[in-house]
């Protein structure tokens, strides 16, 4: 009973920032139909934005974390401005975008290295308690995270589910022809769309860069399970993506409490293969 627990919760608090991510991307995917590995980048430009506020700056970090996920936001609509809105508009194929999202993410990491260096970089932790919870311990910091992560993630599952907004949204994702005949902006709504996947993606290279450390290549090494999971929860479905990131940090968990992490990240692979080898050819 002692190991389910341990399990649970260590899963979910180490699938935190995989939550945010996953329901982020799949945004994206849902409106506008490719794989951006682009994506990736956001994840670590809102740690460094963080990082930026907090240590350079001195804020605190809690209060480095609402500006830092909208700077990120903001850079966010920028890629979709001046690169994919361009690209889309051009007709220019989703295999195509893909590999434009491969370059666009070069550009951002390097670029981010020529700027601040690739030497690591640590956020200043706030005063830390600890606290135990049904015989398993924890720290304030990750406590506050997993309230600020569900909280977020409540937000956007009720924005995108339950809002005119969503439906606008979702009609746009769904059939973009009819949509615009309705009334629907797509341009307006695809700015809101990417503000709110890139906030996402700062807010998880946020809360994965203040319990490990935060360098150029965190996003790019989140982007492969990122999509992993979005594909498992259904790609396009934020419900899906949160059951799918919780999920595979429960299953990461249990399998890393017995033996090395290491094999907890094959099993994820075997069981990604596993599901859409189950799910068969899809029919057009």
């Not at 690169?83 to 370059?103: D, N, Y």
């Not at 299953?251 to 099993?267: C, D, F, G, M, R």
């Amino acid at each position: 009973m002692s190991f389910i627990i341990d399990a649970v919760f260590i899963g979910v608090l180490q699938a935190s920032p995989l939550i945010l991510a996953a329901m982020g991307f799949t945004l994206i995917y849902y409106l506008n139909g490719f794989i951006n590995f682009g994506y990736g980048e956001g994840i670590t430009y809102g740690a460094y934005f963080a990082s930026l506020l907090n240590v350079s700056l001195g804020l605190s970090f809690y209060i480095s974390i609402i500006p830092a996920a909208i700077m990120t936001g903001a850079v966010s609509v920028l890629t979709y401005l001046y690169v994919f809105r361009p690209a889309i508009q051009r007709g220019v194929k989703p295999s195509e975008l893909i590999i434009l999202s491969v370059g666009l993410s070069f550009v951002l990491r390097y670029g981010l290295i020529l700027m601040v260096g690739a030497e690591n970089v640590f956020l200043d932790e706030p005063p830390i308690a600890f606290f135990t919870f049904a015989g398993t311990g924890a720290t304030s910091l990750q406590f506050i995270a997993l309230i600020l992560v569900f909280t977020f993630a409540f937000n956007l599952y009720w924005l995108i589910y339950k809002t005119g907004f969503g439906e606008k949204v979702r009609g746009l994702a769904d059939n973009p022809e009819l949509a615009q005949v309705s009334g629907i902006d797509p341009h307006r709504i695809s700015i809101y769309v990417w503000f709110i996947a890139g906030c996402a993606a700062g807010l998880a290279g946020i809360f994965q860069g203040v319990f490990a450390l935060v360098n150029p290549l965190m996003g790019w090494n989140l982007i492969l399970i990122t999509v992993m999971v979005s594909i498992i929860g259904g790609v396009g479905s934020v419900r899906g993506a949160l059951i799918a990131a919780i999920v595979a940090g429960i299953l990461t968990s249990a399998i890393t409490l017995i033996t090395k992490p290491l094999y907890a990240e094959v099993a994820l692979l075997m069981a990604f293969i596993l599901i859409l080898w189950q799910r068969g050819p899809r029919v057009a």
